[in-house]
């Protein structure tokens, strides 16, 4: 008897110590290490690898080799701006993440390790760091959607002091591009970290904003539910219709202003979305006049000559912002151009803004921070 209780305990520690192992210590490499010049050096340890290679999205070019000592690879930028920069390694031909990074976020169906990094006040990276202040909630929230015949999920940012008052707070409904989720604005975009930061400099309102599933026909992100543990792909060209989410957002707009304290009427409600999303902000501001007084579309836009009478409507009832942003290399920059020259030809405010590089959430991200300061107000 007493054997047998040995050989358990002893069974029993092994497992133990085997879950322990398996959880693991870390690398014990400092990957990546920002320098006091603002350079970065990234190191992967691996003495067996022939050639180590590294991609991210402050290289000049896709690819640079990494240097070899003692079995670990090391590079070493150029001074770097602050800004949210996204990275990999390439191992002997195979895309290989970062093993001393816990910090990644998924662009669709791809996982890259990520890093941010300020190098003066009030720069871009600046506004994605979770700063010393005061800090709102992000929930997830499902609601009965009979239009599309499912509950599906929002992603909600409540400011920093919601749960504690009464006080009532004008929405953002923030949208997102082709192959994104209710999870893209709020990981890829840095929602919360923008929101809480301009808040607490006084340069935004306190606002809640509601981050949709603009991909009517999914109920939610893939790694939510059984029945949508799917692999996302770029959205098919069903999805790229506007219809199905201008159908979709009455609905959701009903729900949010009956659960949460929200401010309603035309000038407490703005809508803003990227690419997809840009167009979505497009055609359900036009469809929907006098209820939405903010209007947003990053690097996506639509027709005005092929919707004139309902971007009458739309300016008739006095929108209080009607703004174009797009990038000087994006592919989108011609139809956001012709939206903008549209409305100056029709006498239509509208505000314009042109910042460099394509169609990437670094504009994005840029854009979310200088439109929300521009709302309420």
Known sequence: MKKTLAILFMCVCAMTAFAQQALGPGTGIVSPEINADNTVTFRYQNPKAVIVRLSGD???????????KDGVWTYTTEP?????YSYYFMVDGKRQLDPSNVYMNRDIATWT????????????????????V???TITKIWYDSQNAGMDRRLTVYLPHGYEKSNAKYPVLYLLHGSGGDENAWSELGRTAQILDNLIAEGKAQPMIVVMPNGVVRNPSAPEVNET??????????RDQDTKPMEDEFPTIKKFVETTFRVKTGQ???AIA?????????????RRYPGTIGYVGMFSGAGSGPENEKELKALFAAKPKLYWIAVGSADGVKVSASALRDYCKEKGYPCEYYESDGGHIWKNWRVYLTLFAQKLFK
Request: hydrophobic share 30%.
């Open 273 to 285: 979305g990227l690419s997809m999303g840009g167009r979505h902000s497009f055609a359900i501001s």
């Open 228 to 237: 949508n543990m799917f692999q996302p792909t770029m959205t098919n060209s």
């Open 267 to 269: 000038y407490n409600t």
């Open 113 to 132: 390790n990520i890093f941010i990094m300020s190098t003066k006040p009030g720069d871009a990276g600046h506004y994605y760091m979770n700063n010393n």
């Open 134 to 136: 005061p800090h709102g």
């Open 58 to 68: 402050f290289l000049p070019q896709r690819f640079v080799d990494m240097e070899e």
């Open 80 to 84: 770097l701006e602050g800004e949210l």
